[in-house]
């Protein structure tokens, strides 16, 4: 059984850099052909999807938020991080970390099949 754990401060003051760590555990962050996913869910809002890691390590990211974006793993901890710069209010949201298995060596499919989430984090940012 795959879990994902999301951890980070819930707390961020505009214009600062919002890091956030998703952990996984019960799988392998570069078992094929597994792609992980960030997504957040402002009050109010929709699902808003940020971006991705591949199995192989190649990175994707929402075309709004790509010049803020950065996603990266570590192996070694099985853990794949979100960074997020010059944060806004706006970006107040839940986040969330969760896993795309609707995937091959060509890259994903639509509609995407996330069979597991993270339980999700509050992020509030505010001065």
């Known amino acids: 059984q795959v879990q994902l754990q999301e951890s980070g401060p819930g707390l961020v003051k505009p214009s600062q850099t919002l890091s956030l760590t998703c952990t996984i555990s019960?799988?392998?962050?570069?078992?094929?052909?597994?792609?992980w996913i960030w997504i957040r869910q402002p009050p109010g809002k929709g699902l808003e999807w940020m971006g991705a890691?591949?199995?192989?390590?190649?990175?994707y990211y929402s075309p709004s938020l790509k010049s803020r974006t950065s996603i990266s793993r570590d192996t070694s901890k099985n853990q794949f991080t979100l960074q997020l710069s010059s944060v806004t209010p706006e970006d107040t949201a839940v986040y969330y970390c969760?896993?795309?298995?609707?995937?091959?060596?060509?890259?994903?499919?639509?509609?995407?099949?996330?069979?597991?989430w993270g339980q999700g984090t509050q992020v509030t940012v505010s001065s």
């Open positions: 969760a896993r795309d298995s609707y995937c091959s060596v060509y890259g994903c499919y639509v509609p995407p099949e996330y069979d597991y």
């Open positions: 019960g799988g392998s962050v570069t078992t094929k052909y597994y792609y």
């Open positions: 890691i591949s199995y192989s390590g190649s990175t």
